[in-house]
């Protein structure tokens, strides 16, 4: 294995391995975006036009990519972000990425929606991770588990924000996805050609929803389970509701799932710590703008009231270093992380962060500078990366003013009719 983990050297080849390893069910899970999947691919392809700039001749000794999220120092501005059903990725998928994460330093979220409870992540590492909340109509639930993520010492609460209602995945869909997987024929067949997975699979007892199973009133068993995990999602889900959760938390709130500069403005009114700029990993609203296209103008709208991170489309550490020239001062990634735990379990998710360290580390250097928190955007090529609409705005007015000067040979500003601009 330590020899595959060396050929292993971006996070396509952590990919491909999983893709072999992971029963189709569950890696169209992970891979999925809704309907046509274009903000999919678009959280991914609008990275590409961002260019950095390299120098040359600098001092590249002693680099740091230290930094601080929530005011606890990681060894990099990531954090591992919540995804629901990672065990059933890899047996016991959220204790082996949390260890992970702990080792490594940085943090880890756990998934109301996972498949471990908060109790055995916590029992199975030493570190504090943070919790993710999605809000149910059964506020008694709901509140239950704010309690038990205070009991386990959960340093963080994450409230996710876009997913009122489910975004609508085709692949779930045809492949009719269920947690534990149904015994259908094509099931059978396929976990057939997938040995390891269903031997570690067989080892373990945590097979559905930890965090429910045995804790929501009336659910008993796999069909119960899934009948009360459609109906519970809010749609009502208010910025009341923010402010009345985060009396409950009392502590450190992220809210996860801000596109609009609006919201994030709103977000910072109510008092959270953090914003993560998300579209759910292009699982909600197809069509909706790519999170790296959305960051300047939030960043913008709120300044330094709230930290602003991002989250959806981050596979390497030049997404990360991109992302922080234009302002975020966190990450989160989900799908890279899984296609390591896929691939290797808890080596592949320890890899898959070694990869994305290693790729922003040597960005950085070759962009001339030894201390992330040193760097800014003139690391970026100018006219190759999202201006917020304000900057493009002003852009327009500086190229006009020095059109019309061109022109006339005197500022626009000395002219009575200037405000025409």
């Given at each position: 294995?330590?020899?595959?983990?060396?050929?292993?050297?971006?996070?396509?080849?952590?990919?491909?391995?999983?893709?072999?390893?992971?029963?189709?069910?569950?890696?169209?899970?992970?891979?999925?975006?809704?309907?046509?999947?274009?903000?999919?691919?678009?959280?991914?392809?609008?990275?590409?036009?961002?260019?950095?700039?390299?120098?040359?001749?600098?001092?590249?000794?002693?680099?740091?990519?230290?930094?601080?999220?929530?005011?606890?120092?990681?060894?990099?501005?990531?954090?591992?972000?919540?995804?629901?059903?990672?065990?059933?990725?890899?047996?016991?998928?959220?204790?082996?990425?949390?260890?992970?994460?702990?080792?490594?330093?940085?943090?880890?979220?756990?998934?109301?929606?996972?498949?471990?409870?908060?109790?055995?992540?916590?029992?199975?590492?030493?570190?504090?991770?943070?919790?993710?909340?999605?809000?149910?109509?059964?506020?008694?639930?709901?509140?239950?588990?704010?309690?038990?993520?205070?009991?386990?010492?959960?340093?963080?609460?994450?409230?996710?924000?876009?997913?009122?209602?489910?975004?609508?995945?085709?692949?779930?869909?045809?492949?009719?996805?269920?947690?534990?997987?149904?015994?259908?024929?094509?099931?059978?067949?396929?976990?057939?050609?997938?040995?390891?997975?269903?031997?570690?699979?067989?080892?373990?007892?945590?097979?559905?929803?930890?965090?429910?199973?045995?804790?929501?009133?009336?659910?008993?068993?796999?069909?119960?389970?899934?009948?009360?995990t459609a109906q519970q999602f809010d749609q009502t889900l208010s910025w009341e509701d923010v402010a009345r959760i985060k009396d409950l938390w009392g502590g450190k709130?992220?809210?996860k799932g801000i596109l609009d500069p609006e919201d994030a403005q709103k977000a910072a009114q109510y008092g959270v710590d953090a914003v993560v700029v998300s579209n759910h990993g292009g699982r909600q609203l197809d069509g909706a703008l790519s999170s790296i296209q959305?960051?300047?103008?939030?960043?913008?709208?709120?300044?330094?009231?709230?930290?602003?991170?991002?989250?959806?489309?981050?596979?390497?550490?030049?997404?990360?270093?991109?992302?922080?020239?234009?302002?975020?001062?966190?990450?989160?990634?989900?799908?890279?992380?899984?296609?390591?735990?896929?691939?290797?379990?808890?080596?592949?998710?320890?890899?898959?962060?070694?990869?994305?360290?290693?790729?922003?580390?040597?960005?950085?250097?070759?962009?001339?500078?030894?201390?992330?928190?040193?760097?800014?955007?003139?690391?970026?090529?100018?006219?190759?990366?999202?201006?917020?609409?304000?900057?493009?705005?002003?852009?327009?007015?500086?190229?006009?003013?020095?059109?019309?000067?061109?022109?006339?040979?005197?500022?626009?500003?000395?002219?009575?009719?200037?405000?025409?601009?």
């Amino acid at each position: 294995m330590r020899q595959d983990l060396n050929q292993m050297t971006c996070i396509e080849d952590l990919r491909q391995v999983a893709k072999r390893k992971v029963p189709k069910m569950f890696f169209d899970y992970v891979e999925s975006g809704s309907w046509t999947e274009t903000t999919l691919r678009d959280n991914r392809n609008d990275f590409t036009p961002i260019k950095l700039r390299q120098k040359v001749l600098v001092n590249m000794e002693n680099r740091s990519l230290k930094s601080k999220l929530l005011g606890e120092e990681y060894t990099m501005p990531l954090a591992i972000a919540p995804t629901g059903l990672t065990g059933m990725v890899c047996a016991d998928g959220e204790i082996l990425v949390a260890r992970a994460a702990e080792k490594f330093g940085v943090p880890y979220t756990l998934s109301t929606m996972s498949i471990a409870s908060i109790e055995d992540v916590a029992n199975n590492t030493s570190s504090p991770f943070w919790f993710q909340l999605y809000v149910m109509r059964d506020r008694e639930f709901m509140a239950d588990l704010i309690q038990r993520a205070k009991k386990a010492n959960c340093s963080a609460l994450v409230l996710t924000a876009d997913l009122q209602i489910l975004g609508q995945r085709h692949r779930d869909i045809k492949n009719g996805l269920t947690a534990p997987i149904k015994p259908t024929l094509p099931n059978l067949l396929n976990l057939a050609i997938k040995p390891e997975w269903c031997m570690k699979m067989l080892n373990t007892d945590r097979r559905t929803f930890g965090n429910i199973m045995g804790h929501a009133k009336y659910v008993t068993d796999a069909s119960s389970l899934m009948k009360w995990t459609a109906q519970q999602f809010d749609q009502t889900l208010s910025w009341e509701d923010v402010a009345r959760i985060k009396d409950l938390w009392g502590g450190k709130l992220i809210l996860k799932g801000i596109l609009d500069p609006e919201d994030a403005q709103k977000a910072a009114q109510y008092g959270v710590d953090a914003v993560v700029v998300s579209n759910h990993g292009g699982r909600q609203l197809d069509g909706a703008l790519s999170s790296i296209q959305a960051l300047p103008d939030i960043v913008s709208a709120v300044g330094n009231k709230v930290q602003v991170w991002l989250d959806s489309g981050i596979r390497s550490g030049q997404d990360m270093l991109k992302a922080w020239a234009l302002g975020a001062r966190g990450m989160m990634t989900g799908r890279a992380f899984l296609y390591g735990l896929g691939a290797y379990g808890e080596d592949g998710v320890r890899r898959a962060l070694e990869i994305l360290y290693n790729e922003m580390d040597l960005s950085m250097a070759f962009t001339g500078h030894r201390n992330l928190q040193d760097v800014g955007r003139e690391i970026l090529i100018a006219d190759r990366f999202p201006l917020s609409q304000q900057e493009k705005k002003e852009s327009i007015n500086q190229q006009r003013r020095r059109i019309y000067e061109e022109l006339y040979g005197w500022p626009r500003a000395s002219l009575r009719f200037g405000t025409m601009w």
